[in-house]
């Protein structure tokens, strides 16, 4: 029979059990730590008010990573690992995702493009090479558009340009239903089934649900939007996709002229994105990713790291 004590501590564990995931994120240790053999070192700092975490590896002239949604800068490893063998690597959590703070505002991607060249100029760089996937390529243009003459080369990965182009073509889809899920009520709706959520995306932008992101990368995943205030600062990033419409529209009206890589894969975006990339810059290769659905650094690594690394290195 059970003591007092024993279900004293019974009712305690299933009183906490809801936080769990977001606690163990956010005390663990970070697998990049800086012990011998891992790809990255972890590391935060402070810009303008915003806790940013970043990964950082290699040494050399450096490049920006800028993850998308229901990922964050862990997504980048593979990437990494190629790119630090012949430059500094820094792979930031932007505003409101992974371990960086989560403020109540600041989610157009133009704002979160300056926090991203806030840390690179705290951390000693002006020029640089920017890659960017799904959100993160949005933040990616807004830093181009923003520092023309600071950014060498940039990567586009698979999603769209809000105010660019047909945008609404994609914007307006119907399986899209979540750039208009945000707010009070879906924060609460998804609070405790955050990967019930996020399986969404994984699944169904994918080629094949099944060769899409890992089960493990999946979990860590899981654990870093069940924090405290993760899923509400990520609806945000949708919210603010009008006024990211207008800027970039704005942005548009003066064609960048660095290099520009685009990267589409062939089940998600296709070709549509290196439309939108034509119509921003004067220097475009785009490359569909064959068999590849959205989430390119997980189902087309082979392709995708080696593509990235040669245009990164030209000079």
Same mark, same amino acid.
């Given at each position: +029979? ?6 004293? !501590? ?8 809801? !936080? ?29 008010? $915003? ?21 964050? @800068? ?7 690992? /190629? ?16 371990? @960086? ?8 991607? @133009? ?7 806030? !840390? ?17 390529? +949005? ?10 003459? %600071?950014? /060498? ?22 399986? #899209? ?13 998804? #609070?405790?089934? %955050?990967? $019930? ?31 405290? *205030? ?11 996709? /009008?006024?990211?419409?207008? *800027?970039?529209?704005?942005?548009? #009206? ?16 296709? @070709? ?24 390119? +650094?997980? /189902? ?16």
């Amino acid at each position: +029979m059970k003591t007092l004590l024993q279900l004293s !501590l019974m009712v305690a564990a299933a009183v906490v059990s809801p !936080l769990a995931p977001a606690l163990e994120y956010a005390t663990q240790e970070s697998p990049h730590s800086a012990s011998p053999g891992d790809v990255a070192q972890s590391r935060f700092a402070d810009v303008d008010g $915003v806790r940013l975490h970043y990964l950082i590896a290699g040494h050399g002239e450096p490049v920006l990573l800028l993850h998308g949604y229901a990922q964050n @800068s862990r997504m980048w490893l593979p990437l990494i690992a /190629e790119l630090a063998k012949t430059h500094t690597v820094i792979a930031p959590d932007l505003r409101g995702f992974g371990r @960086s703070s989560k403020p109540a505002g600041g989610y157009t991607k @133009s704002v979160m493009a300056q926090d991203m060249h806030g !840390l690179m100029r705290q951390l000693g760089y002006g020029r640089v090479r920017v890659v960017g996937h799904d959100i993160g390529l +949005m933040v990616a243009y807004a830093y181009a558009a923003q520092h023309r003459d %600071e950014v /060498e080369r940039i990567v586009l990965m698979d999603a769209f340009l809000p105010g660019v182009g047909a945008w609404q073509d994609v914007w307006l889809l119907r399986d #899209k239903w979540h750039f208009n899920f945000y707010g009070e009520t879906p924060v609460k709706l998804v #609070k405790g089934r %955050e990967r $019930v959520y996020l399986e969404h995306f994984w699944n169904d932008f994918a080629a094949d649900p099944k060769r899409s992101v890992s089960e493990a990368d999946r979990r860590f995943y899981t654990r870093a939007y069940a924090q405290p *205030d993760a899923m509400r600062a990520g609806f945000e990033v949708f919210r603010a996709f /009008e006024q990211d419409a207008a *800027d970039f529209a704005d942005y548009a #009206k003066t064609p960048l002229t660095m290099p520009m890589l685009v990267l589409g894969g062939e089940k998600a975006s296709g @070709s549509f994105l290196i439309q939108q990339g034509r119509l921003v810059d004067t220097q475009v290769e785009g490359v569909i990713v064959p068999g590849a659905g959205h989430w390119l +650094m997980d /189902e087309a690594p082979g392709q995708v790291v080696p593509r990235i690394a040669a245009f990164i290195r030209q000079p």
